[in-house]
């Protein structure tokens, strides 16, 4: 019998789904090989559970969603979390630096119809995932590797070393060093196959921090670049700012008192 | 005086006018010519077609951790050191299949990649370089494990090399006794001068091409010119790295404070390890289709400085930046004799330049030899 596959949505633009919509080399063979029972993304024909897999997209920014995630869980035999959002908490959690009472006020034309979290956390913080797949959006070739391990019954395969291994193997000139321009690719995970850098960009840590990144040693890089340090943690605080590695080392770096006006602006 | 004395006797001369014919010569005889381009912002090898592919009239300025070019004051063709590519780049490809596997019916049946080598003529190779690649000829080739896909490249390669006529602040060759002249491992070897090349010949391949190409007999004066390029490069040459008791001084220090400070500023991006032209890892992984009826086994550059290299059932052999750094420089300047019979570093200086964080294996080498304990090499 074909595995049952459910994908759930919470705080997200949903962007990570369309990626596995957008496999379009792959998509028949997906559904030949997966049981779609619950994507409403794709079809609204909408099975219960339970299910062999969940994807999971998007933070939990709500208590609502916070409960919805313990049925999902409950639900699955295997839950893996797809996008910045489900496993760093995704931009919305620059509010977790902030009062977002504030951003209710500046955004809501009837703030009083609005009940949320003051923060946005990832889905591990909530439920136990069984694999992470990073990336804003994530890499589709990377959610088909994981589907195949799941039909092969074997561990994904997704690398975790940084983006200038990438760079390298397709012959990308390093922008930080023949440049100077700033790029967060030695300390970010590879996965989106080096794009920015190609196109003359500095990485911008779409798919967070690489493992046992050593974060302050690239951030005194950029800041003898002349790179100040709130812009520093600004440009940490992204996609994947509340990774623990960035959110540490923005937190470190703005400890001072441009703090609240770098990260606002 | 009539003629030429010792080394320099029977070398050419080949004007600038007349090079596109080497570029034609190379092509009529099937290779393809991979040498030094401008593209994204630095001196690359890429495949060259015509002499307006050339950097001519650019340089590279070279620091621990930067890398410019600037435009020169005159139109030398080869005037700048080296850059971020490599030759390996070519020789040992990244990716590759090296295997094809596809279930019919109920049977397995298994396929070595279909590889047809390409055929190269690199222009442009320097002495560094020519020594790089034979540290990566014992690696691939010596004794039983040969790589075919690398045999198949090198075998087939022709080498023109171009001997440098200045020095980064990075280059370090004199030390480890590879450069800046070369004086083997080419077929051909070329001095620039302003209106052409003096050219001296390494093999018979190299004087069978050097016999189509319409050079004259190189003048006193153009030998004296070009002996003058060269020793410019030996006397910019500004760094060095003390090899005597390398290996004894690093694997008798592997407790030294030395690699915590080190492991605080590497970022084990493996930038150095990319740009080497000496490493020669890859990871091997099977890359099915989703039916799981077809199977390519690829190979690609990987790094000791991926967390992962040393994953083994059970965790990670080298679980800190402190011992994959210490892993890569012990390697390169140590164990790499025992494995090989040469050090693995030949002096070009590119790790030192592309690491974001400058980090200076020569430094490094200073710091664990300047309060070393007690061993040989130290006084």
Known sequence: ?265 | MNGHSGADAGQRFLHKDRFPCLLEQLEAMGYSVIGPTLDQHAIVYDRIRSVDDLPRGWTDEQQPGSYRVRRRTDDAWFGYVVGPHSWKGYLFPTPVVIARAAREGGDWEFKEADDAPPKFAFLGVRACEIAAIRVQDRVFLAESYVDPIYEGRRTRALIVAVNCEQAASTCFCPSMGTGPRCTSGFDLALTELSDGFVVEVGTAEGAALLATLDSSEASISQLRAAQAARRSASEQIERSLDTRGLRDLLMDNLEHPRWDETASRCLSCANCTMVCPTCFCGSVEEVSDLAGGRVERRRRWDSCFNIDFSYMNGGHVRDSIRSRYRQWLTHKLASWNDQFGTSGCVGCGRCITWCPSGIDLTEEVLAIRGDAPVSEGSS
Not at chain 1, 66 to 78: G, L, N, P, S, T
Not at chain 1, 233 to 248: D, I, K, V, W
């Open chain 1, 1 to 265: 019998m074909k595995p049952k596959l459910a994908v759930f949505k919470f705080a997200s633009c949903d962007g990570c789904q369309l990626s596995l919509l957008d496999a379009e080399d792959h998509l028949l063979a997906v559904a030949g090989a997966l049981d779609i029972a619950f994507f409403p993304e794709a079809t609204s024909r909408m099975r219960a559970g339970p299910y062999d897999v969940a994807l999971v997209e998007g933070s939990i920014t709500t208590a609502h969603d916070a409960e919805r995630i313990r049925a999902v869980r409950r639900d699955a035999k295997c839950l893996i979390t797809i996008g910045a959002c489900a496993t760093a908490g995704g931009i919305q959690s620059l509010k977790n630096w902030a009062d977002h009472t504030d951003f209710i006020r500046a955004v809501y034309a009837t703030p009083e119809y609005i009940a949320t979290l003051a923060t946005s956390t990832p889905i591990a913080d909530h439920v136990h995932v069984d694999f992470e797949l990073r990336g804003c959006p994530i890499n589709q070739y990377q959610l088909i590797e994981v589907i195949q391990s799941l039909l092969a019954g074997r561990r994904p395969r997704t690398p975790s070393h940084s983006v200038c291994i990438d760079c390298k193997r397709r012959g990308t000139v390093c922008v930080l060093v023949a440049r100077g321009e700033p790029c967060l690719g030695p300390v970010t995970q590879a996965g989106c196959g080096a794009i920015c850098p190609a196109y003359d960009r500095g990485c911008y840590a779409c798919f967070g921090p690489a493992a046992q990144a050593n974060l302050a040693g690239l951030t005194a890089r950029l800041a003898s670049d002349g790179m100040r340090p709130g812009r520093i943690a600004q440009s940490l605080r992204t996609f994947n700012g509340y990774a623990p590695a960035f959110r540490e080392e923005s937190d470190r770096l703005a400890d001072g008192r441009d703090r609240v006006d770098e990260v606002r602006r």
